[in-house]
C-alpha cells in the first residue's frame, strides 16, 4: 500500500455562528492558508491490525485501540473503516500534522476529522466523496461539541465560501471583488462546547431577549450575503459589527476580544468580530491592502498572540 498524504483548511465564519446552531443562516469562509495534514503509511512488521496514531498537537502517540472510544480520532477511522466494509483495522500509521490551533474557534477539530478521513480512505483505495466526508465528519463534531450546527466540517469539506443553513442543501457563494481579511488570537483558549451549552443555558433562563437576538444575527447573515456577493465592502463590515454587537449582548464575547476588535476598528478595519465559539479564541477584522499593515501593527501592540492574513480571490463567473 502506498504512504499518502491528504490535507484540510481551517475555517473562518463570517457572520451568525451562535445562531446557526439554532436554525439561522450564517455565511463561512475557508482559511486555505492554515492546515492540516495526514500521512498514512503501511507499518511494514507492525503488529498486524495495528494502527498507530500521533498528533503531537494532541499530544497523542499511541495505537489506536488505546484511544478513549469516545475520542473523537478513534470514531473517525472507525467511521471510515465502517463506510467501507474494512473489519479488520489496517497495519499502519497514522500521523497529524496541524498548524490550527485548538479551541480557537477555527474549526480545528473539523479539519483533522476531515484529513483523516481523506488519508484513510484515499490509503484504503477508496477516497471519499465529499457528501460521504462531510457527513461522517459531522458524526465526529457531534462528539467534540454535542450540538454542533454542521457550519464547519461543511465548509471544510468543501472549502469554498458557504452560505449554511441546518438541513438545507448547501447555498455556495462568490465574492465579486477581492476580500482581504486578519486575524487575530486573543491566546485564551475556549472549548466550543462551553460556548455553546452557555448560550444554551442563557435562552433557556431568557428566551424571549435571547431569541430575538438569535432571530437578527440570521438577518444581518442574509445581509452580508448580498454584500459580499456584491462586493459592497462598507455594507459587509457593518454587518461584521452589527453581528459582533448582538453577540456581546449574549456575552459570547470576552474583554481580550473587544480590545482587539476596537483596536482593528480604530486602525481602519471596515469591520471587526469574534469567529467561531468565542469568549476567547479568534477574532476577525475586514481590511483592505491599504490598511492591512495598520490594523495588523495595533492588533499586535492589543495584545494579540498571533495575527494571521487570509484573501479570498473574486469569482466572476461560477454556475
Ligand atoms: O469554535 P468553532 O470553530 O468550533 O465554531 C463553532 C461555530 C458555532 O456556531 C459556535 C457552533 C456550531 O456548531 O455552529
Redesign the pocket.
Known sequence: MPVISSSACA?L?LLG??A??YGEP?LAIPFSGLRVRCVVEPWINGPAGTMHIRARELQLNQPLQALPEDNFLRKAVELVLAELGVFQTPTCKLAIYSDIPISA???A?AAIAVATMRALSAFLGHPLEKETLNRLAFETEKLM?G??????NTVIVYEQPILFRKGEPIEFVYPSINLHFLIADSGIKKA?AE??AYLAQQRERDPQSVEAAIAEIGKISLLGKKAFEQGDLIALGEAMDADQALLAQLDLSCEALDELIIAARQAGALGAKLT???KG?NMLALVTPETQEAVRKALLSAGAVRVYQTDLKEVQDHD
Open positions: 475555517k465564519i455562528e451562535h446557526v446552531v450564517a474557534g477555527l474549526g477539530s461539541h450540538n454542533p450546527s454542521g457550519i464547519d466550543t460556548s455553546v467561531g465559539g468565542g479564541g
